[in-house]
């Protein structure tokens, strides 16, 4: 076995050592090599490689869920089971992951065609009738799997819905969803602490640590490093790799767009990337922290605006994946979190060898899809400074996302606000961002100021308004027209003040 260093120039970073193992996961309960993998494989097309053929490519995109499958990973400090696209889950992410597919679920099929024991959310979907040609019954199955070992968090999903939740990710092409939908209404959390079931009970196990590895195909490698030393080093030595976090970007291009690289550097065992925490200087949130990650830790009190933005954030599948971090390095104009960030008043803090550096989110976006974040250097964290509210006065928080489809898309235009009153309820403070309407996401600077000194009202923002609506030059694109987004400029703007113009 060779030893893999990370390049002249550098300090040598053994990526793999003559002791260590080579990469392998664990795939329905028995480890698969990565041996000589091309890291660009996805986990859809070695899982069907090793004979499981329940995990079907539909879209290739990370949109229909009928490549699901569960991961144990963790998550919030313990063990649970996750429900990921394998479309979008590359190779050289995958060292040390359990993986689970719907052919784990129940005993292999009798001799007389006849399949024993089905599992109780095998049952639910045969029963109630969920499932016809069957192509995105597999992945059904695996996203009610994640949720049944799951214990639900009461007010999680939007609008009450917490069917929608679990299953906004995979589509159904020719059944319909009624039975789906109840089988995730009676079956979520339903497996939490199920005595004599083997799925549970692996749950109490510790997870694999994640040594630095590296996975290595023919002219190409993944390297994952476990320090953020180590993932600087590699990143001056490899000038040419591409940062992986979740990959739900970077998978896309590779998955369905068929784009190579000569090399990866995957963040996914970066633990120093996935703390939140607060101190005096506000909140701080590691790149790495996953979207479902934080939105577990946030709420109506920590971060109301993210809180209200974060269950229209893709799917389930894609929250398990998708970071911070390539969320706002991925810089598009209609990242909903950078507009978060950019009405938060947030920074981020870029890592180099020789230290960090503190950039605002709102000088953070240097062109489409460019960002300030050299070669060099990696984003390890978003501040968010602390809220500060005049005696007697108030805060208001706002958020809203258009998209052609209320979960799972990307956002048409997408707005957040923050709003500082004081004692008469006039506005000391504002900021206005949106995603959709520019290259970049932006604020409305002129309407900010306009806002300063005016009532928190229809009449005292008319000015405002005004000033608003000359503000941008949205385009016209696949998902609106330019008057359609210009409208929206001014209706979101119209819809807060009059949600939130009474306290
Ligand atoms: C089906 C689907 C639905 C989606 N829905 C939404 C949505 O509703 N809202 C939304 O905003 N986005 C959405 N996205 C886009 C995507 O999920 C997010 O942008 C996500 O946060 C990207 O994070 P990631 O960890 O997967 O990034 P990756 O794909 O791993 O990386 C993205 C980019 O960031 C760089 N990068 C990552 N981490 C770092 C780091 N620490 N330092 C330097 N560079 C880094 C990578 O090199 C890459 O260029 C969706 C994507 C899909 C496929
Ligand atoms: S194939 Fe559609 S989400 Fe993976
Ligand atoms: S059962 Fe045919 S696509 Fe869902």
């Not at 633990?271 to 939140?276: E, G, T, Y």
Request: include cysteine; glycine fraction near 10%; charged fraction near 20%.
């Amino acid at each position: 076995m060779s030893v893999r260093e990370a390049g002249a120039g550098s300090s040598a970073i053994p990526v793999r050592t003559r002791t260590a193992p080579p990469p392998s996961f664990t795939l329905n309960g028995t480890a698969v090599s990565l041996e000589g993998i091309d890291p660009h494989e996805t986990l859809l097309e070695l899982a069907r490689g090793q004979g499981y053929t329940s995990v079907k490519e539909g879209c290739a995109e990370g949109d229909c869920g009928a490549c699901t499958v569960a991961v144990r990973q963790t998550f919030a400090r313990g063990s649970t089971y996750r429900a990921v696209v394998s479309c979008l889950t590359l190779a050289g992410q995958l060292s040390g992951v359990e993986a689970w597919t719907a052919e784990a679920l129940s005993p292999a099929p009798l001799p007389d065609g006849t399949v024993e024991d089905l599992h109780p959310l095998q049952a639910a979907i045969a029963d109630g009738g969920g499932t016809q040609c069957g192509y995105c019954t597999p992945g059904f199955a695996m996203s009610l799997f994640a949720a049944y070992y799951t214990a639900p968090r009461p007010g999680a999903a939007p609008e009450g819905d917490p069917a929608g939740e679990v299953l906004a990710g995979n589509l159904c092409r020719c059944t319909g969803y009624r039975a789906l939908r109840e089988a995730a209404t009676a079956l979520a959390g339903a497996g939490v602490g199920r005595s004599g079931d083997p799925f549970w009970e692996r749950l109490a196990r510790p997870m694999p640590p994640h040594p630095s590895v590296s996975v290595e195909g023919r002219d190409v490698i993944a390297f994952r490093p476990s320090t953020i030393d180590e993932a600087i080093q590699l990143k001056i030595a490899h000038p040419e790799a591409r940062i992986v976090a979740g990959a739900t970007d970077v998978g896309v291009e590779v998955s369905r767009g068929g784009r190579r690289f000569p090399a990866f550097i995957m963040l996914g065992a970066v633990d120093q990337l996935r703390d939140i925490g607060r101190d005096d200087t506000g909140l701080r949130i590691g790149a790495g922290v996953t979207i479902a990650e934080l939105k577990v830790w946030v709420s109506p009190v920590t971060l109301p605006l993210v809180h209200r933005l974060l269950p229209w954030f893709g799917s389930r599948q894609i929250r398990n994946r998708a970071t911070v971090g390539g969320n706002l390095m991925t810089a598009s104009p209609v990242g909903d979190l950078s507009v978060a960030w950019l009405a938060l008043d947030a920074k981020a803090v870029v890592q180099a060898r020789t230290g960090t550096r503190t950039v605002p989110i709102s000088r953070f976006f240097t062109g489409y899809r460019q960002t300030v974040v050299g070669p060099n250097e990696l984003l390890m964290a978003v501040r968010v400074p602390p809220v500060v509210v005049p005696p007697g006065g108030r805060r208001v928080e706002w958020a809203h996302k258009v998209a052609r489809r209320d979960r799972v898309d990307i956002s048409t235009v997408v707005a957040a606000f923050t709003v500082t009153l004081n004692d008469r309820g006039v506005v000391t403070d504002a900021r206005l961002a949106y995603g959709g309407v520019a290259p970049v996401p932006a604020r409305a600077a002129r309407a900010e100021s306009a806002l300063v000194g005016a009532s928190w009202d229809a009449d005292g923002t008319a000015a405002a308004r005004a000033v608003l609506a000359t503000e941008f030059a949205p385009i016209d694109d696949v998902r609106a027209s330019v008057s359609y987004r210009a409208r929206l400029v001014t209706n979101l703007f119209d819809r807060c003040v009059a949600e939130t113009s009474a306290p």
